[in-house]
């Protein structure tokens, strides 16, 4: 009788599966280990994830692990079980959400290479003369490259008779630097660098500077991918030292200082749920400091989950400062053999805090006993690629199964924060700014607000629109849209004229319909600072398209607020709301909050007014109720992205959808995308709506025909609980 023998099932990126054989006992749980193993019929390795160990006889042919090469797991264990609750609705597998969610660099992979040897190619062919010096030249080349160039029989009778190697070797993947910022914005340095350059590439090149003075932070290269910048453009501006490469410096890790807590703080043991709601960034750090004492003091591990590189800075340098190397933190922007041991750092017996994005969730602490989520409503809670994990979703399941306490900011909270806020204990910043309402067209009018700006103290103007202008033909009576986009081009102050979305320049102001000449319309950020020093030049006044993460002003202008809502999304109320209570609470509680906009009777407006945010969320609940949308109902959204306009192919999707899905009683509706025409495609969606209490059964029926209808066509994207509709 055959004995039993520990065999592993393993996942890979591709969500396949495989048994694998241990060739001997081991003396630890594997599950959430990375392993090496080869790959069936392929002769080459890969890296997979253990997601079971169990015991069974052997049979003939199950390969065996190559081996282990971490002292720890990658993931953490528990995460297993997150995620596979989650596959279904999210339309994914095991396999492809671990990888997802663990680092890039983990994912090795088996090469083979031919390499050169200390002999010299003395009376030998011509042919084999060149595969030398290209050896030589190179050091090592992929076997499968070489034998694109040269006969792999002479290649392999070379190895046959010691005149070079062919190895097969492990391979870590060369990570590079993900996170970009511009070197200079000065548009005269940059066109000066740039001035041989081809017309279409110089164009994108300041297409990029624009965008990085949009977002005003440093960006992904996947980012600038998505929103239509080339990789040629991004290698040729690092080339030339437009672009460079963010990293942070850190202090580097002394196991000495672990010892023992440092005390700084009086230990804070918080509720099992808390909402800080509209505290000061300042106040919520020192909240959390105590919170973190009494992490460490237990032994534990504190996760601090944070939505932007410019947070992870502050928090890092404010907990560093207390708590030395017990504050470990984990960004893509670290150079890649620092991110590698903050990641497995993670997993050491020492208490500690871990900083890092949301993304990151499942690192492998050993011990969590706390999770923080920053500003819980932020979009960076939603992933914007396969698997669209709702992150925050994720992090709260991780939380309860753990038994860790659970401590969220909101400013002001989500909708979906707001109906379970009765779960947590809430603790609310006080203090209400005077407020005044400007309901004209231009506030500019009347001068009124000029005598407002005049006052002492610092001033904040924020302006929702970047840009100077939009434009706008007499003639036509339009305003004047992207050719590639539906959107309206922007005005700057030096004159450029271009797509926000697409990057598309305008060669002159002049009407593409009718040939006439354009003039500004409407106001942008760069506009409304140019009116405001013209008249006041002497005033303490910061511009910003947004609010800042921080700090407080004696007097907060929100002017053409109402441009938030021009474009038709259910989320649009929402992200107007927090978009005032946040600039609100920029204001002092004795300040001055101004807010400009003709949407009087808007529940956001009313609720900001008078101070009363719940008459907000009680509307704001009612509508999603009635329409059928998040958070009450499971909702996805069928993206059908076509190069030509061509309803008829929509409509043809959309039918055999409604078709497939109608016995299950699921509603499937059909639209035109709000901005139909946007980076040259047209955009046709279909929605599909399930109950929020659905039966698994009909939900893996749905998921089934919503992942059957992805795969068979490359140009439909399916995104289960959408964040945005636009």
Known sequence: MSPLLPHLKVVFPNGRSEIYLLEEEIDFDPVGYRVLVPLKGSGKGATAIVVKKFLAKPSEGTPLIDSFPDRCPIINPPALEVLRNNLLEYLTTLGESIFKLIPTWADWYQETYVLAVDKKPIGLPKAVVRIFEKLRKRGKIEYEKLKKEFDHRVIRLLEEHHLLKIETRWVAPKVEEEFLKPATTDREEVLRRIKRAA??????????????????????????????????????????GLLQRVSYTLEPFRGSV?????????????????????LPLGERIEKLLAVAEWVISQGGDFLILLPELELIEKFHRRFYGVFGDRAVVYAETLPQKERIKNWFLAAQGFGKVFITTPQWLFVPLKNLKAVYIEDEGHPAYKMPRRPYFNLKRLAFEYARLLGAKLI???????????LISKTFEVEEGK???????????????????????????????????????????????????????????????????????CGYKAESRECPRCGGETKPFGYGIERVEGVVKSHLPQ????????????????????????????????????????YLVKAKNRTEKCGLFILHTQEVEHHAVKALLEGNEKLFYLQEVEFRKILELPPFARLYLVAINLK???????????????????????????????????REKYRYQVLVKLPLKVDRDTLRKTAGVLKDLRNRYRFVKVIPGPRSLV
Not at 263 to 275: I, N
Not at 408 to 418: A, C, L, R, T
Not at 544 to 572: M, N, Q, W
Request: glycine residues 6%.
């Open 408 to 418: 969220v900011s909101s400013e002001p909270p989500s909708v979906e924060q707001f």
């Open 539 to 578: 005033g303490e006044f910061t511009f910003s398209t947004h609010p800042p993460l921080e700090g407080e002003f004696d007097s907060v202008y929100v002017l053409f607020a109402d441009s938030i809502l021009s474009v038709p999304d259910f989320r649009k109320g929402e992200e107007f709301f927090r």
């Open 258 to 278: 672990l010892k023992e807590p440092r005390a700084v703080y009086t230990p804070l043991d918080p509720p099992d749920r808390w909402e800080l709601r509209n």
């Open 431 to 501: 203090g209400e700014p005077q407020k005044v309402l400007f309901e004209e067209k231009d506030p500019f009018e009347g001068g009124l607000i000029f005598e407002y700006l005049r006052r002492e103290g610092r001033h904040l103007i924020l302006v929702p629109k970047r840009g100077y202008s939009n434009l706008f033909c007499p003639r036509c009576g339009k305003l004047v849209e992207c050719p590639r986009c539906e959107v309206f081009l922007t005005l700057f102050s030096d004159g450029r004229v271009e797509c926000p979305v």
């Open 199 to 240: 017309a279409k590439r110089r164009d994108e090149v300041l297409r990029v500077i624009s965008l990085f003075e949009e977002f005003g932070r440093p960006l992904e290269r996947e980012e600038l991918k998505e929103l239509g910048i080339s990789s040629q453009t991004i290698r040729y501006m690092l080339d030339r």
């Open 644 to 678: 030509e306009e061509n309803e008829e192919t929509a409509l043809k999707l959309y039918r055999e959808l409604k078709t497939a899905l109608k016995p299950l009683g699921v509603e499937v509706e059909y639209s035109k995308a709000p901005t139909f025409r946007l």
